[in-house]
């Protein structure tokens, strides 16, 4: 079964960094663009950054550029978000996702189950 | 930018009835539009994409439609497992940034 997990949250004190972690099971991620979205506590679905296949193509969103790293080792599978200088704003769940796209839309699926970030003193 | 807004942002509804969630965008986008549902403690799930054709497992009752900046998600004879918080979303050619709308939240 198609799967991504994600790993690396945890609780960090204001102005800290954390390296999420984004794995594939079942699939090579290495094929795949992969996104990172994330989610406030009862909040909206906010895009953060997007990275293609060999990782040359990175975009972020400008809300969080500056502060974010994406990137991505195919060997292992994986694809990373470092965040530094964290505020209690960053506090969310972080997902990741694979990006699919058809003659029409680009859409995101399957999407990991999260992991949860908080920002905290 | 584009902008989406969904409405309403909640719609309580019985059994059996049928929902009609709305998602205006701030310019034509047409048929770049997509849904997810996410139940609570879970991830979005992909439900529509190209504004009208259903993803793998869902049900035929759930249907997309709309062109241009309006779109519709419609869910037919609902069932309580369809409560969930709807987003729809658009992904702009270049850059490629995701937009989301705010959600509605379907209530059964």
């Known amino acids: 079964q198609v799967q991504l997990v994600e790993s690396g949250g945890g609780l960090v004190k204001p102005g800290g960094s954390l390296r999420l972690s984004c794995s594939a099971s079942?699939?090579?991620?290495?094929?795949?663009?992969v996104t990172w979205v994330r989610q406030a506590p009862g909040k909206g679905l906010e895009w953060i950054s997007y990275?293609?296949?060999?990782?040359?193509?990175?975009f972020s969103a400008d809300s969080m550029k500056g502060r974010i790293t994406i990137s991505r080792d195919n060997a292992k599978n994986s694809v990373y978000l470092q965040v530094d200088s964290l505020r209690a704003e960053d506090t969310a769940v972080y997902f990741c996702?694979?990006?699919?796209?058809?003659?029409?839309?680009?859409?995101?699926?399957?999407w990991g189950q999260g992991t949860l970030v908080t920002v905290s003193s | 930018e584009i902008v989406l807004t969904q409405s309403p942002a909640t719609l309580s509804l019985s059994p059996g009835d049928r929902a009609t969630l709305s998602c205006r965008a701030s310019?034509?986008?047409?048929?770049?539009l997509v849904w997810y549902q996410q139940k609570p403690g879970q991830a979005p799930r992909l439900v529509i994409y190209?504004?009208?054709k259903r993803a793998s497992g869902i049900p035929a009752r759930v249907s997309g439609s709309g062109s241009g900046a309006d779109f519709t998600l419609t869910i037919s004879s609902l069932e309580p497992e369809d409560s969930a918080i709807y987003y729809c979303?658009?992904?702009?050619?270049?850059?490629?940034?995701?937009?989301f709308g705010q959600g509605t939240k379907l209530e059964i």
């Open positions: 990275i293609s296949p060999s990782g040359s193509t990175i």
């Open positions: 079942a699939f090579a991620l290495s094929d795949s663009y």
């Open positions: 190209d504004a009208s």
């Open positions: 310019e034509s986008i047409s048929p770049y």
């Open positions: 979303q658009h992904r702009g050619s270049w850059p490629p940034e995701y937009t």
């Open positions: 996702s694979t990006e699919i796209c058809t003659s029409g839309s680009c859409y995101l699926d399957p």
